[in-house]
């Protein structure tokens, strides 16, 4: 069992930044992939980053590359989600998700909610 809980969303005004902390605890050894996926109204939910937890590679969906990067903190098995830049269509519940044990990701956090302002 991996048990993950975010924190650090709010409000931001367009062009601003935020940083999402996902902190993982339980059978993190067993973690392969730590990613950051988002649900905005209406709309499906969409892979942002992700993290390879053992070889360090990320992906970024094109919405978000150049913008936003993805980092860990190994003493804290802690994954972050910076996010630069931010646009109204960023406005979302972002949720942090592990594939354990797996490549499909099994476990997932809570939400935290993103909003940015025109």
């Known amino acids: 069992q991996v048990q993950l809980v975010e924190s650090g969303g709010g409000l931001v005004q367009a062009g601003g930044s935020l940083r999402l902390s996902c902190a993982a605890s339980g059978r993190t050894f067993s973690i392969n992939i730590m990613g950051w996926f988002r649900q905005a109204p209406g709309k499906e939910r969409e892979k942002v980053a992700a993290?390879?937890?053992?070889?360090?590679?990320?992906y970024f969906a094109d919405s978000v590359k150049g913008r936003f990067t993805i980092s860990r903190d190994n003493a804290k098995n802690t994954v972050y989600l910076q996010m630069n830049s931010l646009k109204p269509e960023d406005t979302a519940v972002y949720y942090c998700?592990?594939?354990?044990?797996?490549?499909?990701?099994?476990?997932w956090g809570q939400g935290t909610q993103v909003t940015v302002s025109s």
């Open positions: 998700a592990a594939a354990v044990r797996t490549y499909n990701y099994n476990y």
């Open positions: 993290l390879n937890w053992s070889g360090g590679s990320t």
